[in-house]
């Protein structure tokens, strides 16, 4: 399993950026994707999370109505549109997949290599 994370940039407070992670392999109908980020001297913080199938969704409290996740499953891929960007959004973003629906970083088994956001104010 190989999870490719991209579409971290540099934007301006406010703006928009939508993140992909691409997957190998098949994915089934019970794995879960994830999204995480990590600042600079902070720990992995957990973003938000999909079941592959149906689409179920959770999103952590600090990214909850700005933040979208989604999947095109016949493309294996996996998205999160994030609007309304703030500085503290900065941070380099992880993908990750498992088939535990959870929050915790270390309960995922796959992760993609992170891609970074950059934020200015």
């Known amino acids: 399993v190989q999870l490719q994370a991209s579409g971290g940039g540099l934007v301006q407070a406010g703006g928009s950026l939508r993140l992909s992670c691409a997957a190998s392999?098949?994915?089934?109908?019970?794995?879960?994707m994830a999204w995480f980020r990590q600042a600079p001297g902070k720990e992995r913080e957990f973003i938000a999370l999909?079941?592959?199938?149906?689409?179920?969704?959770y999103y952590s409290d600090s990214v909850e109505g700005r933040f979208t996740i989604s999947r095109e499953t016949a493309k294996n891929t996996m998205y999160l549109q994030m609007n309304n960007l703030k500085p503290e959004d900065t941070a380099v973003y992880y993908c990750a997949r498992d088939i535990q629906w959870s929050f915790q970083a270390a309960e995922y088994k796959y992760w993609g290599q992170g891609t970074l956001v950059t934020v200015s104010s």
């Open positions: 392999g098949r994915i089934f109908s019970s794995a879960v």
């Open positions: 999909i079941r592959w199938g149906g689409g179920r969704t």
